[in-house]
């Protein structure tokens, strides 16, 4: 997604290009089929073409088509000093969800919701589509790749920084995480990827615009935008830090 696409918008088709071996052009095919399908009819986002050919191994690729209304859109770049920071949704679940699939002593339940936000994540299409139509939102971008990678992107496209309250997070509940994983719930909900939650700006003038809650989605507000284009996360202490940066990015040279 590039610093000027545009959020609030609703899919409308799709393309599939797909490559395969063909020893898997049988069943597996059909239950891949059959759940592109089920998301296809659940989205009302239907497949438009693409393209089908022979590789010794699978490569997917979906490219998804929407509208969105003129004037309506919501960009990256809106963001403003003052404005409040809010996400939807709890951070780092999809990561746990992962982390207890790769589990070999985890139970393979896979109608718990930590897997289930790994494995089938929604896109939050209407609240996207709420909060543009309202016009409350100032800017906007999904957690793909985690807040610590997001977040200094909505802020670079707006040339602003931001002061996130560590204990604002709005991370995976305790109770439902296994005891090895509890210690790092702030970690997970900073650099785990794949959650597709909303990340959007308030101007202040529009907070009283924002509930709690949306279709059973929680709402929080986590921090604010500053003129100063650094980021800062203020931990329960109060002590400042730089905003961490250990979210997913496919071209950080690792060591």
Wanted: charged letters at 25%; aromatic letters at 6%; hydrophobic letters at 40%.
């Amino acid at each position: 997604m590039s610093d000027v696409a545009a959020m609030g918008g609703a899919p409308k088709c799709f393309l599939l290009s797909l490559a395969l071996p063909p020893a898997l052009a049988g069943s597996w095919l059909d239950e891949f089929l059959r759940g592109l399908r089920r998301a296809s009819q659940k989205f009302a986002c239907q497949l438009a073409g693409g393209d089908t050919t022979r590789w010794a191994q699978v490569l997917i690729s979906i490219t998804v088509l929407g509208e969105v209304t003129r004037g309506l859109e919501i960009l990256r770049t809106g963001a403003r000093p003052r404005d409040l920071i809010f996400t939807s949704g709890r951070l780092g679940e999809a990561e746990l969800g992962l982390r207890l699939i790769r589990d070999s002593h985890a139970r393979r339940d896979f109608k718990n919701r930590l897997f289930k936000k790994h494995l089938y994540p929604e896109p939050r299409i209407a609240l996207g589509r709420w909060l543009a139509t309202n016009r409350v939102a100032t800017a906007m971008m999904d957690i793909s790749d985690g807040l610590s990678s997001d977040l200094p992107r909505l802020c670079a496209a707006g040339g602003v920084g931001a002061r996130i309250n560590a204990a604002r997070i709005p991370t995976a509940r305790a109770n439902t995480v296994p005891i090895q994983l509890k210690s790092d719930l702030l970690g997970l909900a900073l650099h785990g990827g794949e959650d597709y939650e909303l990340l959007f700006t308030v101007s202040p003038r529009a907070l009283k615009r924002i509930p709690r809650s949306f279709g059973g989605i929680p709402i929080t507000a986590i921090g604010e935008i500053t003129e100063s284009r650094s980021l800062l996360l203020v931990g329960s202490d109060g002590r400042e830090q730089l905003f961490p940066n250990h979210g997913w990015d496919p071209f950080r040279r690792r060591r």
